[in-house]
Antibody, heavy 119, light 107 residues
Framework: EVQLLESGGGLVQPGGSLRLSCAASGFTFTSYTMGWVRQAPGKGLEWVSDINDSGGRTYYADSVKGRFTISRDNSKNTLSLQMNSLRAEDTAVYHC????????????WGQGTMVTVSP | DFQMTQSPSSLPASVGDRVTITCRASQDISNYLAWYQQKPGQVPKLLIYAASTLQSGVPSRFSGSRSAADFTLTISSLQPEDVATYYCQNYNDAPLTFGGGTKVEIK
């Protein structure tokens, strides 16, 4: 069964850091672009970041550029998101997602991990 | 800045109605557009990609089309299980922007 399982969310103070992880299983992780999408409470979907299959190309939303870093460990089938200088507006459920192919739509989504940025 | 303008934001309709949701891209994205369905308390589900290709397992009452910069998701006959929020997404180039969402409800 294809599965994405996020972890690492929690409560953090403004200016703090958090590292999210996403464990992938049931598919050939090394063959697919992966991404992070967030959803603030009661709000719509916001794309955060993407990384290509090899990890050599990364892309970021302007709202997180310079603060967040996406990475992947293809030997461990794991996707990560290092989040620094966190702000209240980063509060959201963070989903990892698998693209159907390079530069494609997301066909598999994880359940998400909640990040709350508050004093 | 690149934008995906989705309308309407709310759509009450009756069971059996034909429902149409539109997204307009502020720049040319070719056919690199996807539609997702998010039911309350669930993760988004891919319905359509490449503007008009139905994802495997999605009912045929869902369809997508493109006319220049306007993309349309159509539900040919609304069913109770279609109550959800629908989002479009550009995946032509970063930023992979989502539309603001359309909440479909039963009248």
């Amino acid at each position: 069964e294809v599965q994405l399982l996020e972890s690492g969310g929690g409560l953090v103070q403004p200016g703090g850091s958090l590292r999210l992880s996403c464990a992938a299983s049931g598919f050939t992780f090394t063959s697919y672009t992966m991404g992070w999408v967030r959803q603030a409470p009661g709000k719509g979907l916001e794309w955060v970041s993407d990384i290509n299959d090899s990890g050599g190309r990364t892309y970021y939303a302007d709202s997180v550029k310079g603060r967040f870093t996406i990475s992947r460990d293809n030997s461990k089938n794991t996707l990560s998101l290092q989040m620094n200088s966190l702000r209240a507006e980063d509060t959201a459920v963070y989903h990892c997602a698998k693209a159907k192919s390079s530069g494609s739509a997301y066909d598999i989504w994880g359940q998400g991990t909640m990040v709350t940025v508050s004093p | 800045d690149f934008q995906m303008t989705q309308s309407p934001s709310s759509l009450p309709a009756s069971v059996g109605d034909r429902v149409t949701i539109t997204c307009r891209a502020s720049q040319d994205i070719s056919n690199y557009l996807a539609w997702y369905q998010q039911k309350p308390g669930q993760v988004p589900k891919l319905l359509i990609y490449a503007a008009s290709t139905l994802q495997s397992g999605v009912p045929s009452r869902f369809s997508g089309s493109r006319s220049a910069a306007d993309f349309t998701l159509t539900i040919s006959s609304l069913q109770p299980e279609d109550v959800a929020t629908y989002y479009c997404q550009n995946y032509n180039d970063a930023p992979l922007t989502f539309g603001g969402g359309t909440k479909v409800e039963i009248k």
